[in-house]
């Protein structure tokens, strides 16, 4: 599931419709809804298709869709393996996210005020 919530995230960083990332992918619509619900997985090769229609490296979205799971050993910057700690690093790295997402759409002020 995190594969479509990168995946929807990078759709939306990129200003492209759901409908428009169909047609630069050529995946047929029922297909691709199918995939975006979770009811058929995405394989390497869509998201390889998926990466090059909104500008990205495939990579990027596969490491970016696996951070989560990884987090839930804990936190490899100090070795803390404790459940407790994984979860304030995911929450950390979420609310990160979430004020990226937000900064980038917020208006700037052209008197610099």
Avoid: H
């Avoid at 995946?27 to 997985?41: C, D, Q, S």
């Amino acid at each position: 599931m995190r594969v479509i919530d990168v995946i929807e995230n990078a759709r939306r960083d990129a200003d492209v419709s759901q409908a428009e990332l169909i047609q630069r992918t050529g995946m047929g619509r029922n297909t691709f809804y199918k995939k975006l619900r979770g009811e058929v997985p995405f394989n390497t090769n869509d998201i390889d298709v998926i990466a090059e229609a909104l500008g990205c490296d495939p990579m990027l979205i596969l490491r970016t869709a696996a951070k989560p799971a990884l987090s839930v050993v804990g936190d490899p910057d100090t070795g803390d393996l404790s459940p407790k700690r994984a979860t304030e690093k995911a929450r950390e790295s979420w609310n990160n996210g979430i004020e990226k997402r937000a900064a980038k759409k917020r208006p700037t002020d052209d008197d610099g005020k």
